[in-house]
């Protein structure tokens, strides 16, 4: 696959690679997505099932994600990252060679690649990132349509997000210059989330707060880990801090207008921000 593909619209890119070589099916509902994944991806290492409840189980080999294994792809926002051995950087020839040989593995599937195109993440208009979600397997793919924001088809109004999810594609730390054998790689310039050998679902919403909590900082949007309660009597909201599994979700729930497990706020509640500046500096004092 010639390089310069990739340097000119990569998200494009890939989507018209998954069309083109017929390797995606869009998925007509949720039962259908639950369906395949019981009856295909009941085995090791996946063993799907479904609860007594009707919920569907899965097994990810993980409880949790693999920060070693994030990378942030050198671009334009470089400059803006505080490089350590949490926010990692992999240089863009590595990332394109890596590509290269995931879409090749991709390519080489037996079955097609779960493709849609009409997600959101983020609520509010002015800063909402539409979402294409490709993924090797059926339970990520529902597992994204039901954390994301389900919305029309994208109009070609804003530039996409690509996340290719292949858990079939193992990495080769000689080889793609990765930490071990599975890789999030976040490309900031060209909108391209890739994660490979990782089956843990949560790696999908974590990389993308990753890249918002990047770069909506940038446009004067504070972003915080919290859940967000909105009053449906008199539009009062109360924010939840925590960390994760503490139960901020389950709190901002009780009785929920809005809940964002990742919440940008722009221009309102400046009173409570100037607040919540105050704590912050006492506390760090």
Not at 113 to 136: E, H, M, V, W
Not at 249 to 272: D, E, H, K, N, Y
């Amino acid at each position: 696959m010639p390089e310069q593909n990739w340097t000119q619209n990569r998200s494009r890119t890939l989507t018209e690679l998954i069309r083109n070589q017929g390797r995606f099916k869009r998925p007509k509902s949720d039962i259908e997505l639950i369906e395949h994944s019981i009856q295909r991806e009941c085995k090791a290492p996946i063993y799907a099932r479904l609860a007594s409840n009707g919920a569907l189980c899965v097994d990810t080999n993980r409880t949790g994600r693999s920060p070693a294994d994030r990378y942030i792809v050198e671009g334009k926002y470089s400059s803006r990252i505080n490089w350590n051995p949490v926010n990692k950087e992999m240089p863009r020839e590595v990332f394109l060679a890596l590509i290269d040989r995931v879409m090749d593995h991709v390519e080489h599937l037996a079955e097609p690649l779960f493709f849609s195109d009409d997600l959101y993440i983020g609520k509010d208009s002015q800063y909402r990132q539409p979402i294409r979600l490709a993924t090797k397997y059926a339970w990520h793919h529902l597992f994204g349509r039901n954390f994301f924001i389900k919305g029309d088809q994208h109009d070609g109004s804003g530039t996409p997000w690509t996340l290719l999810s292949i858990p079939s594609f193992v990495t080769v730390p000689e080889r793609d210059s990765t930490h071990s054998d599975g890789v999030i790689a976040i490309d900031l310039d060209e909108q391209v989330i890739l994660i490979a050998n990782r089956t843990y679902g949560g790696c999908e919403w974590k990389a993308f707060f990753t890249a918002m909590n990047t770069l909506l900082p940038l446009d004067n949007v504070l972003t915080m880990h919290c859940g967000a309660n909105i009053t449906k009597k008199d539009g009062k909201v109360t924010l939840f801090l925590g960390l994760s599994g503490t139960g901020k979700t389950a709190l901002s729930a009780v009785r929920i207008a809005s809940s964002l497990a990742t919440t940008g706020m722009p221009g309102g509640l400046t009173a409570f921000l100037i607040l919540l500046e105050a704590v912050m500096r006492n506390c760090m004092i």
